[in-house]
């Protein structure tokens, strides 16, 4: 065992294009430390629906150059199968975005000199931009796929490899399986051609266009005068906000200066999202100092919009499905039309609102991989911080666009002298309040996730909170309107628990809703104490039930 441990690691090593990790796997053969190479050579990262993503190191369970290249040789291998899309015999075009991350600059090169080498065309975007104007990019091009390197707001030490296709959409099966198969049969990266040159560096001209494109999200004539705190969230965002702001006119941001500028080991954040504890303080110390209707801020590649509002004497996050609400009530103002799409995981407000505007609506399994394919698509959202406010421009969650539409409607209250929370006020004495929170555990060991999974399916709860449960879903086979995933769902008289494993981090995740009648703007005081009683104690029973 350890001598064949060590024979891998060395043939991996042979291999291996990067000077960085070639040096720190070669001190970890030479140091015989068995238990971190075993760990790095357990497997392979394994290729899904959220492409990769993983810790940066050395060895095929890690992000470094030698996964990317199989990774782009794989992509590159399916596509050609696929032929060209207009039946003319020219290569496919391939689109390649990144951000400020550790490796991302590497990583984006290598797939653009696999792509060339595999007889494709790539191109690369000009320097480290959001995540949305690669998915926008996709569509404006004409491309036969995108490539994204980004690992989102994940820790520093992380990296990752979004795939879209060409209709500007991630990945779904059959495709991640499909893309998963060419990497494997990949056998030695001596067989993967890389010139060194032959692909293009775009210009800021698809920059310009994806800016000109956010006209169409804001209202001809509508008021630009709320006045915003923004964070970046050391990430890409700043610049394509504010010239996005400035485009719009709006008042220029006021930034959050330690947090504005892109910086790949996030240094004043423990986790660089804005759902984090402790991620906003200094945006909320900003804010405190400067007065403005609202805050904003972007994840570190920008698809995701944080908004938070002075509520009383501070300053407080909105939940991702009060964002969600509020952006649909706007739309539906504003006279939209199409369908309004939402994940599993996000609250039923959604479907009420769409109901009482006579809009279709649908609900899709969690991601936007699945919210971008719904048909008719106008407006979909899911609860993380994910917006998709123009489906034909973006087919993607866009934390830009989301963040010019919300401070869009922030404008048009403060004309009447209201702000987004009164609008809230508005939607729970007309829909009910629909109060919403997580239980989300971080693990070390991915077992214990499998373990809480299968004691719910083998000792299900009958009763949460002291609500009886009327329907218990178990997710893996399906529904009539959702494909098979790993989750379970309870339905209760006035609520709602999904339970599912994240896709992207080492969490289990429990979504929880619930639903308070309100006859009267007098009676939504009382109404949060039982929604806020309420969710403690589901949290409580579901943690125990769960065994987590």
Known sequence: MHDDLI???????AEDPDAETRTELAELIEA????????????????????????????????????????????????????????????????????????SADFARDTAAVMTGAGLRAVVLPRPLPTPVLAFAIRHLGAVAGVEVTASHNPPRDNGYKVYLGDGSQIVPPADADIAAEIDAISTLTAVPRPETG???????????????????????????????????????????????????????????????PDPDFPTVAFPNPEEPGAMDLAFARARETSPDLIIANDPDADRCAVAVKDGADWRMLRGDEVGALLAAHLVTRGAQGTFAESIVSSSLLGRIAEKAGLPYSETLTGFKWIARVGGLRYGYEEALGYCVDPDGVRDKDGITAALLITELASNLKEQGRTLLDLLDDLAVEHGLHATDQLSVRVQDLSLIA?????????????????????????????????????????????????????????????LEVVVPVATHADLPAARVTATTLLATLKQDLAKAAAI
């Open 7 to 13: 024979a891998r690691a060395k043939a991996w090593l």
């Open 32 to 103: 015989g430390n068995v238990k971190e190479l075993a760990a790095r050579f357990a497997g392979t990262l394994q290729f899904g629906t959220a492409g990769l993503r993983g810790e940066l190191g050395a060895g095929p369970m890690r992000m470094n150059r030698s996964v990317v290249i199989r990774a782009a040789a794989g992509l590159a291998a399916y596509l050609k199968k696929q032929g060209t899309p207009h039946g003319d015999g020219t290569a496919g075009l391939v689109v390649i975005g990144y951000d400020a991350r550790h490796k």
């Open 199 to 261: 692909w293009e560096t775009l210009d800021d001209s698809v920059l310009d266009a994806y800016l000109a494109r956010t006209d169409a999200v804001l209202a001809a004539g509508s008021p630009r005068t709320a006045r915003t705190v923004y964070t970046a969230m050391h990430g890409v965002g700043k610049d394509t906000l504010l010239a996005a702001f400035a485009r719009a006119g709006f008042p220029a941001p006021v930034l959050v200066a330690e947090q504005a500028d």
């Open 451 to 511: 373990d809480a999974m299968r004691r719910l399916r083998e000792q299900p709860p009958t009763e949460l909170a002291g609500l009886a449960i009327t329907r218990s879903e178990d997710l893996t086979r399906g529904t009539e309107t959702l494909p098979p995933t790993d989750g379970l769902r309870y339905t209760l008289d006035g609520a709602r628990v999904i339970v599912r494993p994240s896709g992207t981090e080492p969490k289990l995740k429990c979504y």
